[in-house]
Each structure stands twice: as structure tokens, then as C-alpha cells.
């Protein structure tokens, strides 16, 4: 069948559901790609409407060529998260200007389809979801409407085809929820994300370099949720342990990754409570896990390193979810202290101004613990700031730091009391995570967010282990530049601040917590449904020990009972369709066999027709109208949108059906 070659409405829905399906990747584009993206479509937008040529195949080639050498020398690669979704991009909107047939038509849409589904290795939540079925309702409907050669250019079809490509979506989410529910997870992800998947996902490193931020941007991005069981830590416990950076070489910490293996043994004694709860980590591509001080339980397919950070047996991809017992006093190695070099060491000539200040603040002390506390409140009574927007350091950060700039966030405090409490010859290393976290009010789980992020230092002392000092803690309130930062300190301060802001703040930032707590829903069960959720759902129905060839079998089994019933109630919808069908034309007999005009049983409608034109001319052409109305509801493949066009004229017109 010959397809047009410009057809108006069409092209603009399918051009308008590809630029949905280009907008979600901008903020990953570079803008000359962005830009380039949103010109192609309205180029061809443009040549639709008439205005303007498409390019032709030299000059597609050569665009083609360019757009991937500039591709390469922007990312350096095609491969990988940033770069192959740009290519896919790329490749789907140049396709645009050589669509002149049904195939490329198809081929653009299913490309878009893909390139839509490519969306989720940046987001997956809710909106993202929902967001995508109305991308894809739009490009389904653009396929419909290309597939009506003949059609009127109206926009009544159109909107036809919309609702008919919703329809088409919801009819196909009770087969989606069924795979969802029932297909078999493997443990991890289906594939391994690129490494650059991992850029920018996290407010933390593997390595830390104080000095070189001269701006500390906020990130209000979630990095995990906590859920506790009972009582909830104070917010002066709330250090949720995360990297552990020991090796510094005069300007930068950092660990070795490939150092991680479980301590053989050590001393660790608990006090207090313990603390029940469960972390729902958002992915970060690393192995780091968080937890609340020192853990004494380990989730499945967790470890401990020789630092005592909790690790995940492989990288953390997608929605990863633990359960985790923590205690919050402990002592930990308070005698025996194994690779004690390692928390000592230090580049040779390091920081000597530094060197010679903690000569002279040992001199005032008697012991390890007066020297730590001696340390603390020099940086106490020294005018030492805390800002976000500290002074770049050169040479030696520690040295410039301590004398010279005195302002900084976390990184400067820790990094320089740990190579302060080194050069006094007490092992220390210093400790990256997250401090505090905020309790959602309108649901019972607590935020950690990126702008949480700290970093603070463990030292070890004879008799009482490792012991946590947070240096950037003893800074006096009136030294802090942002309110924003002392309210994280002080919740006296913070609840001032959220009684201080107007009421359409307030309402903002309540509705921010309630769009939260559904996203952490969706989090828990759709994006978190993992294979130990999927075996407990199995459980839960009284299927035990199911292993992958049940679970496929259940799939299929569940999956044909579906589809047949699908089948009943489409086949069901069809005969009460002609049963409706009937009832009206017998209607229009009886009106007719008061004429004295009957139909014999064996008498086709058309046949009956005929006679009944015969006796009644004056209304041959209403009688052939219905007559062939009739046959075409019951005999002709009409799509859904005309049958029901042609059956409300068909009732109205045997409604206003009067015999001769």
C-alpha cells in the first residue's frame, strides 16, 4: 500500500513524541548536543510545514561524520553511559531527516522507544515511570496515524488514535505487572553500567584533597533512606560510617580499593542499646554501604574491611536495601592495635609550622586524651570559620590551613587534626560519610541527603580503641557563615528557621515530604524489588524452596491465563457488541412488519432490503442506509473508533426511522 509522503498532523504528533523522548536526557547532553537535538526536530518540523528543504544524502553523510567526531572528542569514547546515550540520541534525531517512508517511520519510533527506555539509567523514579507511559502512549499513536493513509487530516482522528494508544497501554499493564511480579530476578543488575555511571552520583570519593574546592555546591539528592525498628539515635549519633581514607601524600587521602578483606581479628565490645533498622540505598555504582558506627550484624552479601567499613560484595547499581544492627558506644581494639604504621604515617616534611604547634600543645599535656581534647580547643579558641566557600591552599593546605586561611568545611577540620594527631605520634585516619539525616514527618523513615555528606577523623588511644573526633563539631556557632549549616547543628536553630519561612514555603516543603514518602514507596517496591523480595512474595503465597524452572513455569501458566482472559473479554465485548447490533435491527423490523413488511427467516438483510425499498419507495434510501449500516457492523473488520461512530448513527437513525 503506497503511504503519503508528508502527512502534517502525523509527522507533528511523532515529532512531538520524539522531542518527549529526547527531554529527559538534556540535562546529561552536552548543550552543543542539546541544542543540536531540538534544531533537528524543528528543521524538520519546518519541512513539513513546507518551509524548508531536508538535506540531502552528501550533506547527511557529512553530518553524520561531524556529529561523531565531535561525539568522540567531547566524551572521548562511544561507549559508556554519558557517551552511548548521546550516540542514541544523536543517531535517532539525524534519522529524522531521511524519513520519507512507512519503514523509516517504524524504525524512528522504535528507536524512540529505545532511546526512552535508555531514560532509567539516570532515573528511576515515579515521575520518570509515569512520564514514560505517556511517551509511549504518544508514540503509539503516532504509528496508528501513519497507518491511515486515507484518513481526513482532522483532529478528531487524531484524538482518536491517542485514546486508542491508551487503551493499547492499559490493556498491556496486567501483563506487565504479571512479568514484573513473576520474572526471574538474578542477583545484581541484568547487565554492569559503564564505568563513567558512577560520575557525579554520590557527594563522597574514594580520595579527598582539602584545598582544591573553592565552592561547596548543596545537593539535595537523596542518598539513602533509614527506616529504624524502636528507638531512633539522637542527632549527636547520627555518623553514618562510610570510606575510610588512611594513605595521605602531603595533599591528598585516599584508601586502596583493592585492600578490602575481613579483619582476622579484633576486640570489640558493645554498650548501650543497639539500633535496629533498614537502609534503602540509592545506587551509587561503588560498594560502600552506610551504617551507623560500628555494625554488629552484616547484611547478606555484605563484608567487613580491615577499616571495619561495611562493603557490598559488588557494586551498588541499583536500589540496594539491608537490614543492619548497630551499637553506638563501643570499644573497639582498645589494647592491641594491628598495622599501627598505616594510621601513622606521614610524607616526610610534612606541614613543619604544624609540627611545631603540636610540640608545643604536647608540652601542655599529659596524655594521649588531653593532647585530643588540647587540639580541639585550639580550634575552638583560634578564630577558625566554618564556610562553604573556603580559600584555595597551595603548597601545604595543612600548614596554610592552620595558619594562614583558617577557613574551611569538614575536609580542612579532619584532614588537619588527623595529620596533627599523626605528628604527635597517635594513629589516626580519617572517616567520610554522612552526619545527621532528617525524619520525614509525614511518614516514619529518615532522609540522608547528599548535602549531608561530612568527613571527620577516628584516632586510636591505649586503653579505649578506636574513638570518633569530629573537629569541624567544636566550631562555635557564631563562626558559622551559612544558617543553613548551623541548623544542621542545632535543631533549635533549624525549627526557628522552618517557623520563620511564609506559609507557601511550609506548604512547599511539606508536599516536597509527601512526594518523598511516595517515591520511597515506589523505591521499596517497584525499583527495590529484588530477588529476595520476589522469594519472599513466593513464600508469602505458599510457594516454598521455587526455583527458576517453577518460577518459569508459574510464568507461563500465569501468563496464558491471562491472555485467554484477555481474549474472553475482547471476544465477549465483540458479541455484546453484536448483540446490541441485533437488538436494533430488529427493531427496525417490527416497524416495518406494522407496514405489513416481514422478514422470512430464510431472508438475508440484504434480500429483505431490497423488498422492503420495493414497498416503501419513498424511504429506499434511509432502508438501504440501515440495511448496509447493518451488514457493516456485523460482518465488516472495523477498527474500534468507527464501529463505534457507525453505531451511534445506526441507532439514531432506527430511532428516527416512521414507515410509509
Known amino acids: 500500500m503506497a503511504r503519503p509522503n508528508r502527512l502534517p498532523l502525523p509527522n507533528a504528533l511523532l515529532l512531538a513524541g520524539i522531542t518527549l523522548v ?3 536526557h538534556v540535562p546529561h547532553l552536552p548543550l552543543w548536543l542539546s541544542i543540536a537535538t531540538l534544531s533537528v526536530i524543528a528543521w524538520r ?3 513539513d510545514a513546507g518551509r524548508v528543504p531536508l538535506p540531502n544524502r552528501f550533506m547527511r553523510i557529512l553530518l553524520v561524520l561531524l556529529a561523531i567526531a565531535v561525539l568522540l572528542v567531547t566524551y572521548r569514547t562511544l561507549v559508556g553511559r554519558e557517551a552511548g546515550t548521546a550516540l542514541l540520541v544523536l543517531m535517532l534525531v539525524l534519522k529524522l531527516f531521511e524519513m520519507r517512508s512507512w519503514r523509516d517511520v517504524t524504525v524512528v519510533v522504535f528507536l524512540g522507544f529505545f532511546v526512552m527506555v535508555t531514560a532509567f539509567l539516570f532515573s528511576q523514579s515515579l515521575l520518570m515511570g509515569a512520564y514514560t507511559l505517556v511517551v509511549v502512549a504518544l508514540l503509539i499513536a503516532s504509528l496508528i496515524s501513519f497507518q491511515q493513509p486515507t484518513r481526513p487530516l482532522a483532529r478528531e482522528p487524531l484524538l482518536g488514535d491517542l485514546r486508542h494508544a491508551v487503551r493499547l497501554v492499559l ?3 496486567p501483563v506487565a505487572l504479571i512479568l514484573f511480579l513473576l520474572f526471574p530476578r538474578i542477583p545484581g543488575p541484568l547487565w554492569g553500567l559503564p564505568e563513567d555511571a558512577a560520575a557525579s552520583r554520590t557527594g563522597l570519593s574514594d580520595e579527598m584533597e582539602p584545598g582544591r574546592i573553592s565552592r561547596l555546591v548543596d545537593s539535595n539528592e537523596v542518598a539513602f533512606r533509614v527506616q529504624f525498628e524502636g528507638n531512633r539515635p539522637a542527632p549527636a549519633q547520627r555518623y553514618w560510617r562510610g570510606p575510610i581514607l588512611w594513605q595521605y601524600d ?35 555504582n561503588r560498594q560502600w554501604l552506610f551504617a551507623l558506627e560500628m555494625p554488629a550484624t552484616l547484611p547478606e552479601q555484605a563484608q567487613l574491611n580491615s577499616e571495619y567499613q561495611l562493603l557490598s560484595r559488588r557494586r551498588v547499581s541499583e536500589v540496594f536495601r539491608y537490614e543492619v ?18 594510621y601513622l604515617a606521614l610524607p616526610p616534611g610534612t606541614s613543619p609550622r604544624t609540627r611545631e604547634l603540636v610540640k608545643a600543645l604536647a608540652a601542655e599535656t599529659t596524655s594521649s586524651s588531653q593532647l585530643v581534647q588540647r587540639v580541639l580547643d585550639y580550634f575552638s579558641e583560634q578564630p577558625f570559620y566554618y564556610t562553604r566557600e573556603p580559600p584555595l591552599l597551595f603548597d601545604d593546605p595543612v600548614d596554610e590551613f592552620v595558619f594562614e586561611t583558617r577557613r574551611g568545611f569538614c575536609e580542612h577540620y579532619a584532614s588537619a587534626f588527623t595529620v596533627m594527631m599523626r605528628q604527635a605520634g597517635i594513629p589516626a585516619r580519617v572517616v567520610t560519610g554522612y552526619y545527621g539525616g532528617e525524619m520525614n514527618p509525614l511518614a516514619d523513615y529518615m532522609i540522608v541527603r547528599q548535602s549531608d555528606a561530612h568527613a571527620w577523623s577516628e584516632v586510636w588511644l591505649q586503653g579505649r580503641g578506636w574513638v570518633r573526633v569530629d573537629p569541624t563539631g567544636v566550631i562555635p556557632p557564631s563562626r558559622i557563615e551559612m544558617s543553613a549549616d548551623l541548623a544542621q547543628r542545632e535543631p533549635a536553630v533549624r525549627s526557628r528557621l522552618d517557623a520563620e519561612r511564609p506559609w507557601w514555603l511550609r506548604s512547599l516543603r511539606r508536599a516536597g515530604y509527601a512526594w518523598d514518602a511516595v517515591n520511597n514507596r515506589w523505591q521499596q517496591w517497584v525499583v527495590g524489588y529484588n530477588q529476595s523480595r520476589q522469594n519472599a512474595l513466593l513464600r508469602a503465597l505458599g510457594m516454598e524452596d521455587i526455583n527458576w524452572g517453577k518460577l518459569v513455569f508459574l510464568l507461563m501458566v500465569i501468563l496464558s491465563l491471562a491472555l485467554l482472559i484477555i481474549a474472553a473479554l475482547v471476544f465477549r465485548s465483540g458479541a455484546k457488541t453484536h448483540k446490541h447490533v441485533n437488538r436494533i435491527y430488529h427493531r427496525f423490523l417490527r416497524k416495518l412488519a406494522r407496514r405489513g413488511i416481514n422478514k422470512s427467516p430464510a431472508e438475508t438483510p440484504g434480500a429483505f432490503g431490497e423488498r422492503a425499498v420495493q414497498q416503501q419507495p419513498t424511504k429506499s434510501e434511509r432502508i438501504g442506509q440501515i ?9 465488516a473488520d472495523l477498527d474500534t473508533q468507527t464501529q463505534r461512530r457507525y453505531l451511534k448513527w445506526f ?4 430511532r428516527q426511522f416512521r414507515p410509509d
Do not use: C, M
Open 627 to 635: 440495511t448496509q449500516t447493518y451488514l457493516l457492523l456485523r460482518y
Open 171 to 173: 490493556q498491556a499493564l
Open 651 to 654: 441507532a439514531r437513525a432506527v
Open 45 to 47: 518540523l519546518l519541512h
Open 22 to 24: 529526547v527531554l529527559p
Open 325 to 342: 544492627r548497630s551499637y553506638t558506644d563501643y570499644r573497639l581494639d582498645p589494647d592491641i592495635l594491628l598495622e599501627r604504621e598505616r
Open 250 to 284: 602531603g595533599r591528598k587521602w585516599q584508601t586502596e580499593p583493592h585492600r578490602v578483606r575481613l579483619p582476622q581479628q579484633f576486640d570489640l565490645d558493645f554498650n548501650g542499646p543497639a539500633l535496629d533498622y533498614q537502609v534503602t540505598l540509592e545506587p551509587h
